[in-house]
């Protein structure tokens, strides 16, 4: 299975000091939004952007 290691929201609060793991499907269902930095986007997908 595949895992998404994500920061959450409530800070270190967790036994995994402010990250929890997401399994796909549920990261699929759930996820509203996501934050990366720019420098993590491929220039095709920062082409279509306008960045």
């Given amino acids: 299975k595949k895992y998404f290691y ?4 409530w800070g ?13 499907p549920y990261f699929r269902l ?6 990366v930095h720019k420098n993590a986007v491929p220039d095709r997908v920062k082409k279509g952007i306008g960045d």
Avoid: F, H, L
């Fill in 30 to 35: 759930k996820t509203v939004s996501i934050m």
């Fill in 6 to 9: 994500v920061k959450n929201s």
């Fill in 12 to 24: 270190a609060v967790s036994p995994y000091q402010g990250y929890v793991y997401m399994s796909e």
